[in-house]
């Protein structure tokens, strides 16, 4: 956790949530997001992203001669949009941000998991790697239709982290007592005030802890972005993977017996062949799916992957009570008197 020392602590705190991925405990910030998602905003975008998309998928479509093409490029398009209307109009930038500086910071960390956690993985889907079957399916499909089963795949991978997820979220606000402010707002600009509040019976910072609304979809994007980049990375490794371990073993007249065809190979490459990539990539998104949901069912590879940002998300909840209960008592003393 970054530390900001202002001589206004709630100012300061606004400024440490906002470096350290909490965007949306910032009320000017929210206010800006309730803006962007106003209908009679959104909507108009909505539409003039989906028919351009739909434009240039036809389009493209029509280039390259095959169906298949025009709704992997949809999607495609339509994704990214909103990816970015998140990154700008929503102010996500330093979400995500914080979240992928936090995944790359900890890679070092992340080798005693990758060491356990990828050779029982490789293990797993090497058997489906050296099944004709699969070999057959992939090397069937178009490039449009193999990046549709992709998306497919990281679809229902984000889906299952957004029902899974805001259950971790209510599980730290839930258990909130003196003990847990104090350590939280250790080493904050909400340090000093956490002490006195604690030391007044009369506040009751602790009763603020529970996270709802823009505040708690916050807590769920940086736990989705740090997920997904971890388990990317883990993906990225089972398909290096196999491009290597293909290219040793699986020669043409295998990949031909498998296939019913003649493979399409690179001259300098010979048994780096098109089928291999199109195999690979289907594993790899396979087992990203299978990650995804070994890291929140499975204890040890829960343990691994989300204790990580335990710490992050209690300083989140004991900083946020904190805060608000400050921001409250200032505004009733600004209030005028009533006549």
Known sequence: MR????????????????????????PEERGRVRRALQPRRLVPLLLVVVVLAAATAASLAWVASTFSVGPAVLLTLVIGSVVWYALTALRARSIVGWALTHTLVGVRVMLPM????????LLFV???????????????????????????????AVAFLLVR?????????????????????????????????????????????????????NLVLALVVVQVAQVTLMAVSVFGFFLLFGG?????????????????????????????????????????????????????YREQFFGRVQQHLESAVGVRAVYLTVRDARSAAAAPPPD
């Open 3 to 26: 530390r900001t020392t202002r001589e206004d602590p709630l100012a300061a705190t606004d400024q440490w949530f906002s470096g350290n991925g909490l965007a949306y405990f910032v």
């Open 114 to 121: 990758l060491s356990r956690a990828l050779p029982l993985l």
């Open 248 to 300: 040793l073993t699986m020669t043409d007249g295998v990949v031909e017996s498998w296939t019913g065809r003649s493979p399409r190979a690179w001259s300098y490459l010979p048994n780096l062949s098109v089928e291999l990539v199109q195999v690979s990539i289907f594993l790899a998104a396979f087992s990203a799916l299978y990650l995804t949901v070994s890291t929140m069912t499975d204890e040890s």
């Open 126 to 156: 090497t058997f489906l790697f050296i099944n004709a079957e699969v070999w057959q399916l992939t090397a069937s499909l178009r490039p449009g239709e193999l990046w549709l089963t992709v998306l497919l795949f990281s679809g229902l």
């Open 165 to 217: 997820l805001p259950e971790e979220v209510d599980l730290v606000d839930d258990h909130v007592d003196d003990a847990f402010l104090r350590r939280t707002c250790a080493g904050t600009p909400m340090q000093a005030d956490c002490e006195r509040l604690l030391a007044d019976p009369a506040a009751d910072p602790a009763s603020r802890a529970e996270v709802s609304g823009f505040e708690r979809g």
